[in-house]
Each structure stands twice: as C-alpha cells, then as structure tokens.
C-alpha cells in the first residue's frame, strides 16, 4: 500500500473530508487530491501536521511501518474512540461495541464530573 491509499484511508477512518484535512495543512483540495493520487508530494512540514492531525505517525504514512498509532498518543479517549479501526488486544472492536464503549465511558465521565462538584461545593462552605 503506497502513501497516497495510506493518507485516504486514515483520512476516511477519522471522518475527514478532502477539503478538511487539505484546510488543515494549508493546501488547497485539488493539491491535496494530487497527494491521495500520488502525482504531488507533500513537503516534509505536511507529512508531519497530517501525521498528527491522522493520529498516526509519519512513518505509517510513509510506508516503513504497518503500525498505525502514532508515537506521541493522544491520550483523550474521546478521541481515540473515534478511530474506526481499534482493537482489543487484536480483537476487531465494531462500531456497536465502540458505541457501548463510549456509552460506558461517558457515564464514568459524568459521574466523576458530579462527584467533583459536590466535593468543591462541600469545600466552600
């Protein structure tokens, strides 16, 4: 798989369209489209902002590696879970399982938040 199907399928897997990806590294579409085509190539200053806003890393994109996470993880599930292509412990998660997942961790999420405020609300008095 060359760098362009690589670029296409990160882009597809975190909801991108061509004009989104392509605004965010300051190209326009049609350059963009040329880098999916792989009849342009990028400079090495957009290879690295499309690794990050992929989430994935520059060596991925390039084709020296199969592993899609990128080195420097961004740790908000929020939006790892966005991510179509997750895994547990090589287990394919589908799309109703990420939901359940989400589902589940929202609720963590505000239950936490509640408790946090009634502690800071307990603390000004």
Do not use: C
Request: glycine share 8%; net charge neutral.
């Amino acid at each position: 798989m060359g760098f362009g199907e690589r670029l296409k399928r990160m882009r597809k897997t975190r909801n991108l369209s061509m004009q989104e990806l392509a605004g965010k590294i300051g190209v326009a579409k049609s350059t963009y489209a040329g880098y999916e085509a792989e009849y342009r190539q990028p400079t090495l200053e957009s290879i690295i902002i499309l690794a990050k806003e992929l989430n994935t890393s520059a060596d991925y994109l390039l084709g020296l590696t199969e592993n899609q996470s990128s080195i420097e993880t961004d740790k908000n599930a929020h939006e790892l879970l966005k991510a179509g292509d997750l895994h547990w412990d090589g287990i394919p998660l589908t799309g109703e399982d990420l939901k359940v997942i989400r589902a589940m961790i929202e609720l963590v999420a505000k239950e936490r938040s509640q408790r946090q405020q009634l502690e800071e609300k307990t603390q000004m008095k």
